[in-house]
């Protein structure tokens, strides 16, 4: 079964990086691009980025750019994404979902809580 | 960026009634426009792709309509399980979530 497993938990001072993984399984790797979701308390859903495993290529959404980096290891199926200059802002659920040819998100890592505090 | 808004923010309703939520695009997305259903501690649940296609295993009293830059999620008969956090999704240019409209208990 199609399954995306995400990295622990991560406590983070203010300008620091953090890099989040997803690896995947139950599928093929290359055949669908992988996309990056966060959600900050009390805030809705928020899209950061997507990589196609195949390709390498990326996009991100505006508010990111130059801040985030997605990623990704084709040898263990797994996707990457990197975000700097962390601010408490920043603290939030990161989600990695899969992109389905059907233009949604059917299958959703569990979610990495990211914590950004002094 | 195409931008989402959604209305009402937050919609009191009682099990049984008939819930409609509106969402708009900045521009016209077609029907690039999925709808999803959130509740905390848990991940967000595909109920609508295409803007009208039922996802496989959501129930039938949930459907989705309009195109262009004006879309609805209806709930028929709302259900005890329905009360959660519901959100649109376009994918004409790039990704983008509607801010969310809260279903909660009259």
């Known amino acids: 079964q199609v399954q995306l497993v995400q990295s622990g938990a991560e406590v983070k001072k203010p300008g620091a990086s953090v890099k989040v993984s997803c690896k995947t399984s139950?599928?093929?790797?290359?055949?669908?691009?992988i996309n990056w979701v966060r959600q900050a308390p009390g805030q809705g859903l928020e899209w950061m980025g997507w990589m196609n495993p195949n390709s390498g290529d990326r996009g991100y959404a505006q508010k990111f750019q130059g801040r985030v980096s997605i990623t990704r290891d084709t040898s263990i199926s797994t996707v990457y994404m990197e975000l700097s200059g962390l601010r408490s802002e920043d603290t939030a659920i990161y989600y990695c979902?899969?992109?389905?040819?059907?233009?949604?998100?059917?299958?959703w890592g569990q979610g990495t809580l990211v914590s950004v505090s002094s | 960026d195409i931008q989402m808004t959604q209305s009402p923010s937050t919609l009191s309703a009682s099990v049984g009634d008939r819930v409609t939520i509106s969402c708009r695009a900045s521009q016209s997305v077609r029907s690039r426009l999925a709808w999803y259903q959130h509740k905390p501690g848990k991940v967000p649940k595909l109920l609508i792709y295409q803007a009208s296609s039922l996802e496989n295993g959501v129930p039938s009293r949930f459907s989705g309509g309009g195109s262009g830059t004006e879309f609805t999620l209806t709930i028929n008969s709302l259900q005890p399980d329905d009360f959660a956090t519901y959100y649109c999704q376009q994918y004409r240019t790039g990704r983008t979530f509607g801010p969310g409209t809260k279903v909660e208990i009259k």
């Open positions: 139950g599928y093929t790797f290359t055949n669908f691009d």
């Open positions: 979902a899969r992109w389905e040819p059907t233009g949604d998100f059917n299958y």
